[in-house]
């Protein structure tokens, strides 16, 4: 059979250009004389449309589209397509209709058959059982041009990982190939496991498997996610005969009896995450231009390099503010830095205000020591330069605190947190350092300047400050250890063992910071468990 | 059957003070002669300990502890305990062992059996199917003091409203009394529809009902939750025989063959939220010092009034910052204000920062015009100096804006929005002023002076501001109209011609403004339909 996969970017409600898109990929197959079009998972709807799901009005526009669309595209190709169905009477808690995460078969100018999703992911980011309900049907099976395909939508393919092999179950029953409609948010190493799911389906079953991802980046509640695409074909024998690009939208065509003949395709994961922060920033960012907070230092530096290649120099502005303690070689570096990007710097000096503030509070703090206050004061003070910056001449304010700090609460909530997208929040420290020196290696010169990569890494926020010194530990240290307290997985007693004892004293900065995350501009999701809505723990615990 | 009922506050993860609690109310109980003593849902660990049920190690003490409970009650007393329960073996998605949101019948010192929820809620703020499996009971009957008990976990009871009528199932299979052990949140309007479950759940099957629920405040990741308590218990006939206090830990005695003799309970919805606010506020700041910015307009005094009710006049400081615009009536509203409430005022100007700001940015902003910028950066002054008072002093900023300003965006992200705790959140404008009413009324004289009541609402970030005419009309319907984009049932066009032509603008602030909301303060929830993780709209989307 021949299909073709339309790996496209379905936007959350967006219901006209999404069916647009779907009409204009069915003229492509038409031409090129394909027998079944798929398209990945809601993609009439599109899969990030959250609590849109439950607005009657949106499902219902969107089983209208999906209507049209039959109607629009030519009667003698299939087509799978995904979108929202909804029971005309059951209903469930709340008093609302039961919903369906569906696939139509459009044959013939008509829906002539819906599919839904079995296995609903309710885990890390996912929370399908919020909006749907499983599989009507037993068994997904549809005849298409002769073959009978077994449909699967997204996570009824990772049922493999936990002892629910539909994948066999649809073999069993007669299936010839597997088709899966998805939107499997990228992660690091995230590919790893869609290829070993893919290999060992279609091997250990003896069909060809065709994956159609999703692409395009978009909010996730608190988070923003990254759909890489990459969609997969996979012979008979597990071997992978078609692929469609990375962080774009892209349409391939797979002949299911077509022999493998691909070499493996292989992670970069430095690659990987280089790619998707540039692809996310491009997606949340769209036309506008964006203000950063340059310190000198090496997570500014990586997140305007991030923004250029985003953007493009012209939308993209550098703003160094420095105060007393700044030392000159930071402003030369972050100079040096704008002058290798070919961006816009400005240098607002952050003296005047932090003076009118300590003047004006000095009988309030009467008695009272120097401490963080005065600290948190000079990092809010950047933040309302850059929130005015943007104000008045549009567009976003990029934060530059890692996963590291973040983890750490080493950062300044409404100071170096104020903005509208946190380009590293989940890169650790040592990634933003390996970014870094991929930047260069990629440019083939030294674009982040070896001043700013060699430095030890400090706030800037009193004098002789070394990060280092105030969080007790050298960052090769505290990354891998605010992963694994990220994680959850490892007790403390062997993150003691293995990291000594500086553990209780991280793991209490780290408790105590979780109500500054819930303030933070969301990030760019990279790890497999992040910060975030995948990720709740409570501000308030009594769990050590 | 004489049962006892412990309305407890179990607190998230806090093990060992739970376990406490329990101790004790088993001996009351005990010296009361009780057959039978009934907890909270998940008594043990704390309802909202949220992604700790996916940490096995949280799930095993929880268990430990359980076992160290049974030993330590008296024997001769039966009780029912809530608390996680997990599999030995059986695996789900993330290789996680599978668990259960479980009550352990604790008898003769030890865990005798064990049953566990059925309906799991996964809508509004409910996301209990990311953590547990249904019952592995089909029925839940225990044998106590020769009493059949059917045994319910909160939602177990609510399937009432959806067709799904457990209570009638176990009274088919003999059950001679109903008991459910729940951890239901309070929320406008909420008492009435637990009491109409009960009252019909009592009568049409025609035994007694005995309904425990959880007390306390704790955050629900977006969001402050309220536990009101109020356990209820109803005879055969669906009479209220005795009750739980409101907002406080309680302890009651039912005796199953009572017949009703209390008055129905009547709800006072005004009255519930001023005590839910108060409590909420309690819960959040415990024994810390707030601060909080007093323009002399309604918002901060209901904030100041409910704070003083909360936490004491000298946990309590009023600081107004005023501008150039400032009009001296506001300065002085504001200090009569704190005078009535007998808390420290202080009066920080915020002009050299704000003179610092322009002249240090008028070559940014050359050639262009004073817009909002002008007017945020008077909000974010505000917001540093508070956040300055409270890092330097301890305690914490509590927010002052309401509902239907952060419906409607009319607010400064990092500026009025900075802060721990948004108090009024989830309180639209109408109900403000009802509420500062209701304080004077209550306290028999003017807390809240009349000019404060009296006086036309305005940011004050630019002369002769009104809100009403910044957004376009009143807001008598501001807030009502707000209500309705928040709660998203009614179609637009039902929206026009209800509210006239301003409802497009209006739309369109509303939905712009969904990611200042994504990092605002966490705000006591009120409504059954709030901002925050229960309603879950994309920043961007397509759906107009």
Chains 1, 2 share one sequence.
Not at 70 to 84: H, Q, T
Not at 207 to 223: K, M, Q, R, W
Not at 354 to 376: C, M, W
Request: one cysteine or more; glycine letters at 8%.
């Amino acid at each position: 059979m021949k299909v073709a996969v339309s790996q496209m970017k379905s936007k959350p409600a967006f219901l006209e250009e999404n069916a647009e898109k779907i009409v204009q990929a069915s003229q492509r197959a038409t031409q090129a004389q394909a027998e079944l079009l798929v398209f990945p998972e809601l993609s009439v709807n599109g899969y990030m449309a959250m609590d849109l799901f439950l607005n009657d009005d949106f499902v219902q526009a969107g089983k209208r589209k999906l209507e049209e669309i039959a109607k629009r595209i030519n009667p003698n190709i299939s087509a799978l397509v995904g979108f929202v169905d909804m029971d005309k009477e059951k209903r469930g808690p709340e008093n609302l209709l039961l919903r369906y995460n569906s696939v139509a078969l459009l044959q013939e100018g008509k829906v002539s058959d819906v599919f839904d999703k079995t296995l609903l992911p309710q885990y890390d980011v996912f929370s399908e059982k919020r909006y749907f309900h499983p599989s009507r049907k037993k068994l997904n099976l549809a005849q298409i041009a002769g073959q009978r395909c077994g449909i699967q939508v997204c996570e009824d393919m990772w049922g493999h990982l936990y002892g629910q092999n539909l994948g066999k179950e649809l073999r069993d029953a007669g299936a010839d190939i597997l088709i899966n409609l998805s939107a499997s948010p990228w992660t690091k190493g995230k590919l790893e496991t869609r290829k070993k799911i893919l290999e060992e389906m279609s091997r250990s079953n003896g069909i060809p498997a065709i994956y159609t991802n999703l692409v395009g980046s978009f909010d996730g509640y608190d988070g923003q996610l990254v759909f890489d695409g990459r969609s997969l074909a996979y012979d008979k024998e597990g071997n992978l005969i078609a692929r469609g690009k990375k962080f774009e939208e892209d349409f391939f065509l797979v002949d299911t009896n077509a022999k493998g003949r691909m070499p493996t395709l292989e992670d970069s994961l430095i690659d990987d995450i280089y790619d998707a922060l540039v692809f996310g920033i491009q997606e949340y960012v769209g036309q506008e231009h964006v203000y950063v907070g340059s310190s000198g230092g090496i997570d500014s530096a990586l997140t305007l390099a991030l923004a250029v290649d985003a953007l493009g120099a012209d939308k993209v502005h550098s703003v160094a503010m420095p105060s007393d303690i700044s030392s000159p070689d930071s402003l030369e570096d972050a100079a040096n830095l704008a002058k290798q990007l070919h961006i816009q710097h400005q240098v607002i000096p952050i003296g005047p205000m932090y003076t009118a503030y300590v003047q004006t509070l000095e009988q309030a703090f009467e008695g009272k020591e120097k401490n963080v206050t005065e600290e948190n004061l000079q990092a809010r003070i950047r933040g309302d330069i850059l929130m005015a910056l943007s104000n008045k001449h549009g567009g976003y304010v990029l934060t530059t605190g890692n996963r590291t700090e973040t983890g750490l609460g080493y950062c300044t909530l409404y100071g170096d947190m104020a903005g509208a997208l946190s380009v590293l929040g989940d890169v650790d420290k040592q990634e933003v350092y390996a970014l870094s020196e991929l930047k260069n290696q990629r440019a083939r010169k030294e674009i982040i300047p070896k001043n700013i990569l060699g430095k030890a890494p400090s706030a800037g926020l009193a004098l002789g400050q070394s990060d280092e010194e105030s969080l007790g530990a050298p960052y090769s240290t505290l990354a891998p250890l605010t992963n694994a307290f990220i994680e959850g997985r490892e007790s403390r007693t062997n993150l003691e063992t293995q990291y000594g004892p500086i553990v209780p004293d991280l793991l209490s900065r780290f408790h105590a910071n979780e109500f500054k995350r819930r303030q933070a501009a969301p990030a760019i999701k990279v790890q497999e468990k992040s910060f975030g809505h995948g990720r709740r723990i409570p501000i308030y615990h009594g769990w050590k």
